[in-house]
């Protein structure tokens, strides 16, 4: 499976961003073939409205099948749910903790948004 988890740079050494739409950076980390690329945020980072919906979309275009954040506002959840990715929670560590959490099964799975829009 691939999962695209929000970072602050381009590596599984990189810090988590807490934040999806407004992430710096998604590192999509493949667990069948341990191999990760890094996809640039920044046209989302400082966008006035609809970062998630669009970060959203440029997740499900990498054909991931879940996403690993510390948080995921409403919009961003609509979307990545009507795709059909699974949203999971990790809000802090690197990439590759997120990775090791996500595949020893401690990651809580969201079924809802867990912050308001535009939170930060």
């Not at 950076?25 to 966008?47: G, L, R, Y």
Request: charged fraction near 20%; proline fraction near 1%; include cysteine.
């Amino acid at each position: 499976m691939k999962l695209a988890i929000t970072a602050t740079g381009k590596d599984v050494s990189s810090a988590m961003d807490a934040r999806f739409g407004r992430a710096k950076m998604f590192v999509v980390f493949d667990t069948e073939t341990n191999e990760s690329s890094a996809h640039d945020n920044a046209q989302n980072v400082n966008a006035a409205q609809g970062a998630g919906i669009q970060a959203a979309q440029n997740v499900a275009a990498l054909g991931v099948g879940a996403v690993v954040s510390g948080n995921v506002g409403p919009k961003a959840f609509r979307t990545l749910n009507a795709a059909g990715i699974k949203m999971y929670l990790c809000g802090e560590g690197t990439v590759a903790d997120a990775v090791r959490r996500f595949q020893a099964g401690e990651l809580e799975e969201l079924t809802r948004a867990n912050v308001d829009g535009h939170w930060g």
